[in-house]
């Protein structure tokens, strides 16, 4: 058994104020890579999801004269930083183990390199889950951020990722019992 859903982190006002901010299609496009990375790397389905599906939950917005400033994003941006805080209180107060919010929130601080000063990151293999799950859906000139979903169709989405996790979770224990 789970101790939070995607359902429940999608259904609470911090996650539709912040995550719609910077795309909830692009977020729930990443559980799913995530979802399927798990498996490739052997890290935990729930882990993997949920940080992908909060990484980008950090974002500001960087709008002059009504328009994204890409430029002034750049120079300023702490999303990763921003979120990996936000995503822990969030989890936290859901009642998620503080465990597995420490995890979440690592990944989502790890998510990026953009806003770090040069150097070799040595990711563990979570992080880099939700690195390339992130790469993955990611569209030129940041079009990710902009692809829209509506509420019923995102629920339903996250509902069956939900089904998807549990079940590998259940096969997961099973492996160990025999
Ligand atoms: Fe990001
Ligand atoms: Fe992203």
């Keep these: 058994m789970r101790d939070v859903t995607l359902v429940q982190i999608f259904d609470h006002p911090i996650t539709q104020k912040y995550v719609k901010r910077s795309g909830m299609a692009h977020a729930i496009a990443c559980a799913y890579h995530a979802f399927k990375l798990a498996k490739e790397y052997h890290v935990n389905p729930d882990l993997a999801a949920k940080a992908a599906l909060l990484h980008d939950i950090g974002h500001y917005t960087w709008y002059r004269n009504g328009k994204w400033d890409y430029?002034?994003?750049?120079?300023?941006?702490?999303?990763?930083?921003?979120?990996?805080?936000?995503?822990?209180?969030?989890?936290?107060?859901?009642?998620?183990?503080?465990?597995?919010?420490k995890e979440i929130s690592l990944a989502v601080l790890?998510?990026?390199?953009?806003?770090?000063?040069?150097?070799?990151?040595?990711?563990?293999?979570l992080q880099k889950v939700v690195n390339?799950?992130?790469?993955?859906?990611?569209?030129?000139?940041?079009?990710?951020?902009?692809r829209i979903i509506d509420d019923d169709k995102a629920r339903i989405m996250l509902a069956?990722?939900?089904?998807?996790?549990?079940?590998?979770?259940?096969?997961?224990?099973?492996?160990?019992?025999?």
């Design 160 to 178: 069956k990722l939900d089904q998807m996790i549990e079940d590998e979770l259940n096969k997961e224990e099973q492996k160990g019992e025999d």
């Design 71 to 101: 430029s002034l994003y750049k120079e300023n941006d702490i999303h990763a930083i921003k979120g990996a805080e936000r995503a822990h209180k969030l989890l936290i107060r859901l009642g998620e183990h503080p465990k597995a919010a």
């Design 132 to 146: 390339l799950a992130d790469e993955a859906d990611e569209e030129p000139s940041g079009g990710h951020h902009y």
């Design 110 to 125: 790890l998510h990026t390199d953009s806003y770090l000063p040069k150097g070799e990151l040595h990711l563990k293999p």
